[in-house]
């Protein structure tokens, strides 16, 4: 049974940093693409970054490109998300999924709808 578990939220004050992470279970991570995605109140849920461990390919939305570092930890089956200098803008619950295409690009964070496995949420919030 495919799982994920997102943890590492909490509250934090702009410019601040989190580190999330993504325990997942129940697949290789060489078969997968692993992304993290956000969605803040009232807005619809947008991609953050993703990961392709098999073809070691990484992809940001503009919105966190310099900021966001994410990475993978094949041993652990763990993916995290390093969140610094962050805004009051990327105050949102923050998910992994899996999608059973290990490709990793602006498709995969665009199109959320087409990740295979999501995990629960997260918190993050950041006060001005």
């Known amino acids: 049974e495919v799982q994920l578990q997102a943890s590492g939220g909490g509250l934090v004050q702009a410019g601040g940093s989190l580190r999330l992470s993504c325990a997942a279970s129940?697949?290789?991570?060489?078969?997968?693409?692993i992304g993290w995605f956000r969605q803040a109140p009232g807005k619809e849920r947008e991609g953050v970054s993703c990961?392709?461990?098999?073809?070691?390919?990484?992809y940001y939305a503009d919105s966190v490109k310099g900021r966001f570092t994410i990475s993978a930890d094949n041993a652990k089956n763990t993916v995290y998300l390093q969140m610094t200098s962050l805004k009051p803008e990327d105050t949102a619950v923050y998910y992994c999924?899996?999608?059973?295409?290990?490709?990793?690009?602006?498709?995969?964070?665009?199109?959320?709808?087409?990740?295979?496995?999501w995990g629960l949420g997260t918190q993050v919030t950041v006060s001005s």
């Open positions: 990961i392709s461990s098999r073809y070691g390919s990484t």
């Open positions: 129940g697949f290789s991570f060489d078969d997968y693409a």
């Open positions: 999924a899996a999608h059973d295409v290990p490709l990793c690009g602006i498709a995969t964070i665009k199109n959320y709808y087409s990740m295979d496995y």
